[in-house]
């Protein structure tokens, strides 16, 4: 028996019942653990879908541009429907170098009331998007509220399939949005529905600079 062997020994006849469950119930997840991450041995560019009526879609998006940021590589987001209002994201990425971002909308459907023009702002939007996605040097894509886009048919499937399928091998692509169509989810290998289980708002509270803007 070797001496860490009998180590490991001592040390487990001190543990009570319960911390012997744990480290055996531990000891088994982290075998399983371990052969998952061994097994995964492909490397390529993600499309992720966060969807779903909760909230943080806009925001773990913009996480992955900081994480993105901190490897030294680049990343372009373009936001959808909203208007040009600053937001605490944009006031801080967009100061980042390496970061290239667009508002490609003029506001909220229900404030513009004027469909020739969100539309015409979301073509202008997706031209440049469609840039981003055929960039190499760019290593991640948000596409912000694109759902949307596909919802009130200000773009087709058939334009924006084809380009994220023919971006860069190792470009990531991160599309938001409420209702993600099922050929986007189809398409995606990581998809996040957030579930709306409560939210200040309907109780009366304005959104919150740091929090919801």
């Known amino acids: 028996m070797s001496e860490a062997s009998s180590e490991t020994e001592t040390d487990t006849a001190t543990l009570s019942e319960e911390e012997r469950r744990h480290k055996a119930r531990t000891a088994k997840h982290k075998k399983v653990v371990d052969a998952r991450i061994a097994a995964a041995r492909i490397d390529k560019g993600l499309v992720l879908v966060l969807t779903g009526n909760g909230k943080g879609k806009s925001s773990s998006a913009f996480g992955m541009v900081a994480r993105t940021l901190g490897y030294g590589r680049k990343a372009a987001v373009f936001q959808f429907i909203k208007g040009k209002e600053d937001v605490g994201e944009r006031a801080f990425l967009s100061r980042q170098d390496g970061v290239t971002w667009e ?39 948000v596409l912000d509220e694109l759902t949307y886009l596909v919802t009130y048919r200000y773009l087709e499937l058939d334009e924006i399939l084809p380009a994220i399928r023919a971006r860069p091998p190792m470009q990531h692509v991160v599309i938001t949005g409420r209702a993600a169509h099922e050929e986007l989810v189809e398409l995606a290998d990581t998809v996040s529905a957030i579930r709306d289980e409560k939210h200040a708002f309907r109780a009366g509270v304005r959104a919150q600079v740091g929090i919801d803007l």
């Open 103 to 141: 508002n490609c909308g003029e506001g909220f459907t229900w404030e513009t009331q004027n469909r020739a023009r969100d539309i015409a702002a979301a073509r202008a939007g997706w031209e440049k998007a469609r840039a981003a996605l055929a960039d190499p040097d760019i290593s991640l894509v």
